[in-house]
């Protein structure tokens, strides 16, 4: 598609038909120019190929299926001034493109999204269900099981539920994809976000099909197996279990993760400290797995092919070798779950492949973009997701970087020492992990609030590790597990998970290693990444043009205003940001879940304190009201904390000294605050709220929400059962 899309832009082909009412282009000074623009830019432009596609994704993300007609009329409109143009001109058969590349990535989209619509539970549900088996997932972390159950119609359910099962309700029994099971069970809707800007789990739900999600509330009956067409997930389910029992204690749970992809074992306080030092990227299956396998792989098979003179003389042993390292990759995304990152990693894995097969340049941005268009047409969902933007983000800063002139006269071979040329790799690995860090720090910020500052440092030493001794390791004990003999390589990776352990414990605490901020904005967002697009795709100077979308966009995330007030979706958690940046939370029993999702959208490190200790906070156990100074106004928030009633006449009475109410019960009419009344029939409509008293405004989520279908199904509830 990338050819094809080059060779159009670069045709030089004159039309035989050109409308009378063309305009002449050749007597505007611009015309001459912008071509003469394109054309030492001719090699770049298909690289501009997936950024369309994804602009069109983008655009439905937003406004969902409502931009059908706006989208048509832009696109049409850019397509009809090409035509106008003439299109021997290049700059028309941009515009041509560019029209069709939105086209493409809004249909791609609208039509997924069609093809995995299904039936969405529309309120709570209690009652016995039985269903087939055909997802199955060991939370070791909170020691429940989860699984995926395909339901019967006849039962009045979604065809596709999720529920949690603990230990003691599963008992002895063996539980397999395809297994029938009949439990009682608790079913809610997917869950939207709990604030403005949060998790969307209902996005999530909506593109695999899940209708419902809940827990047990008894003892689970086997009733048979129907049997499954792929034995991959319980292969993965066992080859986890076995690689935690082998490895030494506290280390199996993420030597797992690194060759299943099943991160649900690793205790929670471990995965945030590779998070906060910017090495949670290992636990994944992507690139750095991926390629570490087909390296391996492909290593293996020419050097057991170049062993056998009669084959090795007759065939190309790189083509054979490489045919059997994309075997063994799509093998191992298979077992890994075949998760849209590891499909995205296995797909670049093969392009590389073929590139080395035919004996063309292996890494290239051509590259990179063709693996983008295909994930935007067969996974467009994902490209909302940050493991898409991460990881394209990062392999792309790495290709510029080392195609820039001063790279590759710093890592060119020369006549030196050994110990020069490990200097000189050394330098290169940092900065490359500088580079990337500075262009990952926004996405991560965006979708996740915080960033880590010394990751670059921490994965210079961790990321050899992993590929080198750890992954080499495991694959070892793996083989010598055959014959019993894998102890001593388990303890070799086991020692190399501590190490990296070690690193990201001991680099979470440094000063600084941390750094949080309030929700950006989405322009600010997407300002930053047009930007960077612009500075690393384009080869002449105007590419510096690219740093002032960039510098705007990093200023309004530095501004960007950290809400005063968070109102949960539920009416029952509140939290409150002071001027100093303290924080505190209406209920003392808040769980961890909301908490942290709470802490984020504030953009706050520090622990909450205790209401009662809140300046200006007058609370007795069933409501709280709170003084709140912001400017030269004085805000007054009242908020209820129990279900015990309150008598209508007293309720009405300090509504209206209060500007802002907040309940999780339905407030009688009589109640009548100066500006907003957030109860229960408000908040059912609008979902989670923010304020920003210095403006005097409020968002909801029903603001971000209101155009995607799975807002439409999904109905807000509690999240700790998820």
Known sequence: MIGFFGSLLRRNV????????????????????????????????????????????????????????????????????????????????????????????????????????????????????????????YVGARDVVRVELATKESQGLPPKVRLNLTHDQIGKLSLNVGTIIQVRARLMPPNGPILPGSYDFARRAWFQQIGATGRALGPVVVYGATGSSSRMPDIRNSLTRHIISAMPQGTGEIGAALVTGDQANIDPQDAQAMRDSGMAH??????????????????????????????????????????????????????????????????????????????????????????????????????????????????????????????????????????????????????????????????TLYHFHRTGMYSAFANVLAIPLTTFVIMPAQAAALMLDIVGVGGPAWWIAGQGINTILALAHSVSRLPGAVTMMPAMPVWAFVMMIFGGLWFGLLKSRICIAGLLPVAIGFGAMLSAPRPDILVTADGKHVALSGQDGRVTLLRGRTGDYIRDMMLESMGALVDPIDIEQWPDANCSPDICVIQIRNGNRIWSLMATRTVYPIPELEMAAACRRADIVVSDRRLPASCQPQWLKADRNMLSESGGLAFYLANGVVHSVEDESANRPWANAARIYPQESQ
């Open 14 to 137: 004159r039309p035989n038909f050109r409308p009378n009412f063309q305009p002449n282009f050749r007597k505007v000074p611009i015309a001459p120019v912008l071509d003469q623009w394109l054309e030492r830019e001719r090699e770049q432009l298909p690289l501009w190929v997936p950024v369309g596609i994804g602009s069109g994704i983008g655009v439905w993300q937003v406004a969902g299926d409502s931009a059908l007609f706006p989208m048509l009329i832009i696109s049409a409109s850019i397509a009809l001034l090409g035509f106008a143009i003439g299109f021997h001109q290049r700059i028309a058969r941009v515009l041509g493109v560019a029209a069709l590349s939105l086209l493409l990535g809004f249909a791609a989209i609208s039509v997924k999204s069609a093809i995995v619509a299904a039936p969405v539970l529309q309120k709570v549900w209690t009652g016995s269900l039985y269903g087939r088996i055909d997802k199955i997932e």
């Open 282 to 443: 290992l636990l994944s299956i992507s690139g750095l797995h991926v390629t570490a396998v087909v390296g391996f792989l492909f290593l293996l098979a020419s050097r057991a092919i170049a062993l056998f003179p009669v084959v090795a003389l007759r065939y190309p042993v790189p083509l054979l070798a490489g045919g059997f390292a994309a075997l063994g990759a799509v093998a191992y995304t298979l077992l890994a779950g075949a998760e849209v990152p590891t499909v995205r990693s296995c797909i670049a894995a093969l392009l590389v492949l073929l590139a080395l097969a035919i004996g063309r340049e292996a890494l290239t941005l051509r590259l990179v973009a063709a693996g983008a268009i295909i994930v935007l047409l067969f996974w467009p969902e994902a490209m909302a997701g940050p493991s898409f933007q991460l990881s394209f983000a990062a392999v792309a800063t790495i290709v510029i970087l080392h195609e820039s002139r001063w790279m590759k006269r710093w890592t060119e071979r020369r006549d030196e020492t050994w110990m020069a040329r490990a200097m000189r790799g050394g330098v290169a690995l940092i900065v490359t992990g500088l580079a990337i860090e500075v262009i990952l720090a926004p996405i």
